[in-house]
């Protein structure tokens, strides 16, 4: 029987010279299992209270423990190990925040770790990703971070902090009203207008595939028609910089979560210039993350 593979510490094996050695044509003949597991004094001294039959192969270089529900039991010691792991490390974590807390009306201490609840900012979703073991809650909300990733949240805090103010809602009025009237307030404006006509200009010698998601400067859509319509430049030069003449309007809609998921991502990052190219894994990811939260919001609407 192959050694299990419980988790990324457990797949090496170091035999200890003064423990027992076993055949493996004798305990070929017995019903049992293989575990292995790096050398450590403590964890073999704990593994032998535990199974007391067990016996070290040289041949295998893993520990046999003989008997029928060996993999079972096997099993549960292994889950006890890495809960007892956990626990060190949350414990670190908690001594860390006490020693060098993180003040913030954005975090508050729960029983197994740090709630944080902030202003929707896709810089924050992108850097909480990267925390380990962070996860969101949907119902409260909020996100779950162990204590064990304190150090991993600390260092990346400043950027959450400095995201999570800049959303607030009072400071997203003062920016709105600071830009009212301004050519840059008539130019977002003018831009959030075309971009509801879902129309796009292509140039006419370089054309994208029908039903098939590609992305362009607003992210990832799928073109269904070519119109044939003329692209007039002086009229949406502005919006669109590197419009010619003789480009002719494509027409897109959102993909769909299914088309995105069967989207192969391109090898090679897009052209300098490109008015579309095949999407890169990094810019499927977080659509179809997008994807799969809109189906979930349409299906809680219909229950």
Do not use: C
Not at 20 to 30: F, I, N, Q, V
Not at 214 to 223: A, D, L, R, T
């Amino acid at each position: 029987m192959p050694a299990r593979k419980r988790s990324p510490g457990m797949t090496e094996t170091i035999s200890p010279a003064d423990e027992d050695e076993a055949s493996s044509g004798k305990d070929d003949r017995k019903p049992g299992a293989d575990v292995s597991f790096p050398y450590d004094r403590m964890t073999v001294e704990q593994f032998r209270r535990r199974f007391p039959r067990a016996r070290w192969s040289d041949d295998r270089k893993a520990w046999f423990v003989p008997g029928r529900t060996a993999s079972r039991r096997i099993g549960r010691w292994l889950a006890e190990l890495e809960a007892e792991a956990d626990a060190h490390a949350d414990a670190k974590g908690r001594d860390a925040f006490a020693f060098d807390p993180i003040d913030s009306p954005y975090l508050e201490l729960g029983r197994a770790g740090f709630r944080i609840r902030t202003p929707y900012s896709k810089t924050i979703v992108d850097e909480l990703r990267e925390v380990p073991f962070s996860r969101w809650d949907g119902d409260l909300r909020l996100w779950h971070v162990p204590f064990r990733s304190y150090e991993d949240l600390r260092r990346r805090w400043p950027h959450i902090e400095a995201a999570a103010r800049r959303n607030e809602p009072e400071e997203r009025r003062r920016r709105a009203e600071e830009r009212k009237g301004t050519e840059q307030d008539r130019r977002s404006r003018r831009r959030a207008a075309e971009r509801k006509r879902h129309r796009y200009p292509l140039a006419a010698d370089d054309l994208p595939p029908i039903g098939r998601p590609v992305s362009i400067s607003y992210g990832i859509v799928v073109f269904t028609d070519i119109t044939g319509e003329l692209v007039d430049p002086n009229l949406v030069a502005d919006v669109y910089p590197s419009v010619d003449e003789g480009d002719l309007w494509g027409s897109w809609r959102v993909p769909t979560f299914e088309e995105l998921v069967r989207a192969w991502p391109a090898k090679t990052p897009p052209l300098q210039g490109a008015r579309w190219w095949l999407p890169t894994i990094e810019e499927l990811r977080p659509a179809r993350r997008a994807a799969r939260s809109r189906d979930a919001r349409k299906r809680a609407k219909t229950l």
